[in-house]
């Protein structure tokens, strides 16, 4: 297995194809998300945890593992068809990385949920987070 120590954090991706992405996939991944949260090597979104955003997020990480392989996935469905957790991470610099490509929703939206919020069970706990 390849160690992230030896994967260069650069998007192999040209200016006209990132641009296309981020028209797209991620233009819907930003609206999806209700609440983000800051890691200590990237962030954690939340979502609405119905099949049409499982399905977007594991479409945007297959993109994504194509043009970053430097990047970390990790989702999360909580129980009860409760929200959807995807946490990016990797390494060092990848925070700045991430800001870069996702824009705003990695500040801004930090622990304000969006109106879709209310939608989210709050039977979920910080621990859901990490």
């Known amino acids: 297995m ?4 030896m994967t260069p954090m ?3 991706l040209t200016t006209v194809e990132l641009r296309d992405r981020a028209a797209a996939l991620l233009a819907q991944f930003r609206a999806a998300v209700i609440e983000t949260e800051e890691l200590q090597e990237g962030y954690a ?4 945890g119905d099949g049409k955003w499982i399905a977007l997020i594991a479409e945007l990480i297959v993109a994504e593992r194509e043009c970053c392989p430097f990047l970390k996935f990790e989702m999360a469905a909580l129980p009860n068809k409760g929200s959807v957790i995807v946490r990016v991470n990797g390494p060092a610099d990848t925070k700045e990385f991430l800001r870069a490509v996702l824009g705003n929703l990695c500040g801004w939206l930090m622990h304000a949920p969006s109106p879709g919020a209310d939608e989210l069970e709050q039977k979920s706990s910080a621990e859901d987070w990490r």
Not at 45 to 48: D, E, N, P, S, T
Request: glycine share 10%; net charge positive.
């Open 2 to 5: 390849k160690g992230l120590a």
């Open 10 to 12: 650069a998007c192999s």
């Open 45 to 48: 979104f939340r979502l609405l």
